[in-house]
């Protein structure tokens, strides 16, 4: 193997070396529990709390509307759990497209008989039908509203404000899951009216087991995680404190370059659609990953040429040194395929569909180089043939 390429960054991004070099003092000289009352403690506290102060800025919300969690999973399943178990919720409209942290979640509260479950019907890109949407809030029931901000397979972008207006409207909560966005978008809460926001770190160059939700100081729900007083009595648990603080430098990292980071994420995209579309005239690109205003520019689901060695596609991508995936990373092991796929309506599952994602480490050598080893691929069918 000659190269390495690494273009699966939506399912998890490379740590920074700031940001490693930040978690690294932190593990070094600050091991302290953030709970005790001794100078240790103390300084340990003061660590979390001045990075929770940092987020916040960036966020334009208060300090205490931020909770720690181990991830955007855990952040998902506190904002639908808290909101059927303390909010009176007893509907939630979603759509087929989400992550399974919040479709399993939803599915179980159904099964249970705590909820009725709505699915918004989609466009035939995949896209939200805002109409269908609008519709089903006009049945006034208690509701929750779980739509993600942007596909983690094909990339598709929710416009939050309508859709924050719309729940406003008719007095729904609104969750909307950020992880694949965070960091790559800036957001001000005091303009976005929502309720509930999740982040995982690992997403934009942070370490992994760490994340946030977001809660808005209007509302109050009960832990999901009890044994302690931690996250000011909202999370039991002994802080990851070393991952907060890679958190909150990962965050400050990427909201001081976001626009530099975008304009060269998108150009690397945008080479590799050009590329793509060059050397396969029959690609085509699922949802509206192709279309810059509709779509995360971080993400490329595509859909290559008919082969007969579609199953061995990534893993033949994989031994040239090209990391991609076929869906997302949450359901590895899986033989089910992708639920994001099989909900287009103009998507083709019996051909090859690949998801490219870049980061602002992505170079155009990396997706050149991918498409030679696409191209060498089904050049040697063609060979064999």
């Keep these: ?57 960036m966020l334009h919300v208060t300090p205490g509307e931020l909770i720690f969690t181990s991830g955007g999973t855990e952040a ?50 995949g896209c939200v039908d805002l109409a269908h949407l609008e519709g089903l809030l006009k049945d006034e029931k208690p509701t929750l509203v779980s739509l993600m901000h942007a596909n983690n397979e094909i990339g598709n972008l929710l416009p939050l404000d309508k859709v924050s207006a719309m729940c406003r409207q008719y007095g729904a909560y609104f969750h909307t899951d950020t992880v694949q966005t965070m960091g790559h978008y800036k957001f001000d809460l005091s303009q976005l009216d929502v309720d509930f ?29 009890h044994g302690g007083a931690q996250e000011r009595e909202m999370r039991g648990g002994t802080e990851n404190v070393y991952g907060i603080i890679g958190l909150a430098k990962a965050m400050e990292m990427a909201w001081e370059h976001a626009e530099e980071h975008q304009a060269h994420v998108q150009g690397v995209k945008d080479h590799m659609i050009s590329l793509l579309k060059a050397e396969f005239p029959e690609v ?40 991609c995936s076929g869906g997302s990373a949450c359901s590895s092991g899986s033989n089910k ?20 994602s870049f980061s602002r480490y992505t170079t155009k050598e990396d997706v050149e180089y991918a498409v030679e080893c696409l191209k060498s691929i089904y050049s040697k069918e063609a060979q064999l043939k």
């Design 1 to 57: 193997m000659s190269k390495r390429v690494y273009l699966d960054n939506a399912a998890t991004t490379p740590l920074a070396p700031e940001v490693f070099d930040a978690m690294a003092v932190v593990l070094r000289d600050s091991f302290g529990n953030p709970s005790s009352t001794h100078s240790f403690g103390r300084e340990v506290k003061g660590k979390i709390e001045m990075a929770r102060r940092k987020i916040a800025k």
């Design 76 to 125: 998902d399943n506190m904002a639908i759990l808290g909101s059927v178990r303390d909010l009176g919720v007893k509907r939630v409209i979603t759509s087929p497209l989400e992550h399974h942290a919040v479709l399993h979640t939803v599915e179980d509260l159904e099964n249970q008989g705590q909820i009725e479950l709505d699915f918004v019907k989609l466009l035939p890109d």
């Design 197 to 225: 926001l999740t982040c995982a770190a690992h997403k934009l160059h942070g370490p992994k087991g760490v994340g946030f939700l977001y809660v808005n100081k209007n509302i109050r729900i009960k832990p999901l995680i």
């Design 284 to 323: 085509q690109f699922n949802g509206a990953c192709s279309q810059s205003e509709q779509s995360l520019y971080t993400v490329l689901n595509v859909q290559l040429p008919a082969t007969q060695k579609a199953s061995m596609l990534l893993f033949s991508l994989d031994l040239m040194g090209v990391a």
């Design 337 to 356: 395929g992708s639920h994001v796929l099989r909900a287009l309506e103009n998507s083709n599952v019996e051909r090859p569909n690949v998801r490219f």
